[in-house]
């Protein structure tokens, strides 16, 4: 299913409720940086193609949509197989499949060659949002309306932490932004969390790291105790 | 006052200074059009951010030009401007008014009440 967008203006809106003194295109533009942050961290948007292998092509487009860029893949499969990106440690040998980046992940080489056509190559790539301030123009931020509505506030409390993070503002306030910054965070492990089961309730023992520990948790790594 | 533009600036500075009579103006329009280029330059240095959009350019402004930032600090503006002006060597101006309206119109930029 193609993925619909909608224009950002309400959480813009209850972004400039609450950051008196800020303008319209600052608040756009910390959006989207949040916006990109959250969905290259949390693997919550991702475009699936599929298109046929072709004897000896070896380059294939990765998708790329409206506002929407690659940063990363899920999975690249062609029939029963799957394509695996280079691993540095060289146990990779042989006429294991294998697929190259090129580019700002616009597409994908595959190795070897396909010999045949045929077959449906499919490429489950992670988007994040595009850059939104070209010159002359005021920011419109187009996000995905599904993991919009789904993150709606995880949007709102990144921007608040960034914006309030500011020195010298109106709407300075570093106590707030550290709050806020907190809520983030936990609002992409949420996310994450969601997305790697699937959108159940299953259990994920995963947790961003958190160097320095609470008084309720503890240091992160095992002490001995 | 939908789109409000520089002379709008012009004309409430002119209030301000208490030069209203267009037939003897103590200032004139070309001192206070620089005037208002100069205190956007101050809002330049102390928001960058309200210029993100234009890639952190600061055109010169005319008369006729629409006010080229949020409107919602037109009066800092205003009073960075008329702070500015009244900074000249001049029998009819105040240099301790002059301070404090600049002031009034940096805190403006900086805090939410000022």
Redesign the interface.
Known sequence: MATQFTEAQDIIAALKARL???????IA?ELSLVAQEFFRETFTWVETSTRPLVAGQASYDVPDVQSGTPCGFIYVRAGESSYYAPTPIGAVTGNYLRFEINGSFNSITLTPTPTASGETLTVAAVMTLRDV?E?????IVMLPREQTVRNKQAFIEGTLATMMG?A????SNPRMAAFYFRRFRFHMTRAKRTAMTGYTRANVPFAFPNPAGSKRGGPWFPTGA | MANRTVSNVIGRVRALLEDTRADSYRYSSDDLLNGVNDAFLEVRR??P??Y????FDVDDLTVDSVFP??V?YFMAVVYLTAGHVMLRDDPNSNDSRAVSLLNKGISQ????AA
């Open positions: 008196p003194g800020a303008g319209s295109d600052a533009f301030v010159g002359g123009d005021s920011p500011h010298n503002k109106p709407y | 102390i928001r951010d309200l993100i959009h234009k890639g930032i949020d919602q930029l900086q805090s939410t």
